[in-house]
């Protein structure tokens, strides 16, 4: 392998481990779960010889697709915040997505039983996403796809935010730092108030911009530390810290007295396992031993015979994509019987086929509730299935709950006073606030220290109980805060 290849190689597995630390199940029946993502061709920012600041880039927008009108008027004028139970009220269909789940009980209390749109004759309230896609080093089309659905029913059934349709401005950068600046740099000429996150690895080019303008980030993934330590930023999200601190507290609860904790060799990686991790390990009362390994690393031997030399009663690996085979197949080859944790990543439908017994045994991370029926689930499969133009499976349920995340804090603050300022506001308030199909969130700035953009960093483990059945959960939610108030 060359070093071109081998610097690829890397990137991208620093990538899987960044999305796989953020994942969780998804709806068991959802139609856009197995398909491949697909690859747009967005307009990329210019770059070369001008410099960032000074060059004003192509938008690379994609608008959402808008749903045609139905010929059915809708019966009420429901927003999608708490309207009451109507279900005994008999309303005709309308072919809407609130119509098949009106009644039901969801985040922002219940939902409607026939679709309101938004008046398009009023200025809309734009907000932004920049997200990484067409690049080799880890492209992520699903996120912004799905975010893209839930703006286009926000728009189509629950009337926009208090009548205003949502615009959604979208930016394309592919592991550039200079595209990323660039994106940054549209977000404030196209005026958006607030972005919705993606995926941006190289976000240290766009965050000194989104800083400098008083410009909120809702959602998305923490992708390094400098998002996960902006005052900006609001992620709804533990990233590797939160998964290495519940892994912990279940070895813990579970009696383990010595743990391995490998993780690959990247700076946000290795301080969730050193700074956080370890420290919450050892407060527990367990010895921990930090196993680094090569983030291209294909062979998992060496980390699974450390753990089998100092006799670990669990063992910890925080990877995800090509490596997850390799290390359940290799601790089955070897007789590891400790407990092994994975990333939730490694629980995907086709790694979980391929490792077959292997699969059974080890825990997973998640930071979305488990358990079928949930009707947040139901709501993401049906609107993916209606409005998205492309897959929006996988990582895009990051971007769903992003936007909806937003969406309730816009309502809250209606059409007239909706702004980057009073958005920030109102979610560094937020405190056990309610979050679209994951664990409420609390922005004090303190559920993490030093990582105050962690919102909401609890979790839940789950298994996969016997080949061929579906996963199941193995815990509650992890009180991850509480377990970092060890941390000075």
């Known amino acids: 392998m060359g070093k071109r290849s081998r610097a690829i190689a890397a990137v991208a597995t620093v990538v899987a481990l960044i999305t796989a630390s953020c994942s969780e199940p998804e709806p068991d029946t959802a139609a856009t779960a197995d398909s491949e993502p697909a690859v747009t061709e967005p307009a990329e920012p210019e770059s070369g010889d001008?410099?960032?600041?000074?060059?004003?880039?192509?938008?690379?927008?994609?608008?959402?697709?808008?749903?045609?009108?139905?010929?059915?008027?809708?019966?009420?004028?429901?927003?999608?915040?708490?309207?009451?139970?109507?279900?005994?009220?008999?309303?005709?269909?309308?072919?809407?997505?609130?119509?098949q789940l009106g009644g039901a009980e969801w985040f922002l209390g219940t939902l409607p039983t026939s679709a309101?749109?938004?008046?398009?004759?009023?200025?809309?309230?734009?907000?932004?996403?920049?997200?990484?896609?067409?690049?080799?080093?880890?492209?992520?089309?699903?996120?912004?796809?799905?975010?893209?659905?839930?703006?286009?029913?926000?728009?189509?059934?629950?009337?926009?935010?208090?009548?205003?349709?949502?615009?959604?401005?979208?930016?394309?950068?592919?592991?550039?730092?200079?595209?990323?600046?660039?994106?940054?740099?549209?977000?404030?000429?196209?005026?958006?108030?607030?972005?919705?996150?993606?995926?941006?690895?190289?976000?240290?080019?766009?965050?000194?911009?989104?800083?400098?303008?008083?410009?909120?980030v809702v959602g998305g993934i923490p992708a390094n530390l400098v998002e996960q330590r902006s005052a900006n930023a609001f992620f709804f999200s533990g990233g590797g810290t939160g998964a290495a601190a519940a892994y912990m507290s279940h070895a813990a609860d579970n009696g383990a007295q010595r743990v391995a904790l490998a993780y690959g060799e990247f700076e946000s990686f290795e301080v969730a396992a050193r700074d956080y991790g370890a420290v919450v390990g050892e407060s527990l009362g367990l010895e921990v031993e930090l196993v680094p390994f090569s983030i291209v690393a294909t062979d998992f031997l060496p980390v699974l015979t450390k753990a089998q030399e100092i006799d670990a009663d669990a063992l910890i690996v925080l990877a995800a994509d090509s490596a997850c085979l390799p290390v359940m197949e290799t601790a089955v080859d070897l007789g590891y019987d400790g407990q092994l944790y994975l990333t939730g990543a490694c629980a995907a439908d086709a790694i979980i086929e391929a490792a077959g017994e292997a699969a059974v045994g080890p825990l997973f991370n998640s930071e979305g509730p488990v358990q079928t029926g949930d009707p947040e689930?139901?709501?993401?499969?049906?609107?993916?299935?209606?409005?998205?133009?492309?897959?929006?499976?996988?990582?895009?349920?990051?971007?769903?709950?992003?936007?909806?995340?937003?969406?309730?804090?816009?309502?809250?603050?209606?059409?007239?006073?909706?702004?980057?300022?009073?958005?920030?506001?109102?979610?560094?308030?937020?405190?056990?606030?309610?979050?679209?199909?994951?664990?409420?969130?609390?922005?004090?700035?303190?559920?993490?220290?030093?990582?105050?953009?962690?919102?909401?960093?609890?979790?839940?483990?789950?298994?996969?109980?016997?080949?061929?059945?579906?996963?199941?959960?193995?815990?509650?939610?992890?009180?991850?805060?509480?377990l970092f108030s060890v941390i000075e």
């Open 116 to 216: 309101t749109p938004a008046d398009d004759s009023l200025e809309p309230v734009r907000i932004g996403m920049i997200n990484q896609e067409n690049t080799p080093l880890g492209s992520f089309p699903e996120v912004r796809a799905a975010a893209e659905a839930a703006v286009a029913w926000v728009n189509a059934e629950l009337g926009g935010v208090g009548g205003r349709p949502v615009e959604l401005v979208t930016c394309v950068t592919s592991f550039d730092v200079e595209q990323s600046q660039s994106c940054a740099l549209q977000m404030v000429q196209d005026d958006v108030i607030a972005l919705v996150g993606g995926v941006d690895v190289t976000s240290n080019g766009s965050y000194p911009v989104i800083e400098q303008n008083g410009l909120a």
């Open 50 to 99: 001008t410099e960032p600041a000074d060059t004003e880039p192509e938008t690379g927008d994609t608008e959402p697709a808008e749903p045609e009108p139905t010929d059915t008027e809708p019966d009420t004028t429901d927003t999608g915040t708490d309207t009451g139970n109507d279900t005994d009220t008999d309303v005709p269909d309308d072919g809407s997505v609130v119509w």
């Open 377 to 482: 689930a139901e709501v993401f499969e049906l609107v993916t299935d209606t409005y998205a133009t492309e897959p929006a499976g996988g990582a895009g349920t990051v971007g769903f709950r992003g936007f909806m995340n937003l969406y309730a804090l816009m309502v809250e603050l209606g059409p007239d006073a909706v702004s980057s300022e009073s958005l920030i506001e109102l979610a560094r308030s937020a405190v056990d606030r309610p979050s679209f199909w994951g664990h409420p969130y609390t922005c004090d700035g303190a559920q993490v220290p030093g990582l105050p953009a962690l919102c909401a960093p609890q979790q839940v483990l789950f298994e996969v109980p016997a080949v061929g059945e579906e996963v199941a959960g193995a815990t509650d939610w992890i009180d991850t805060p509480a």
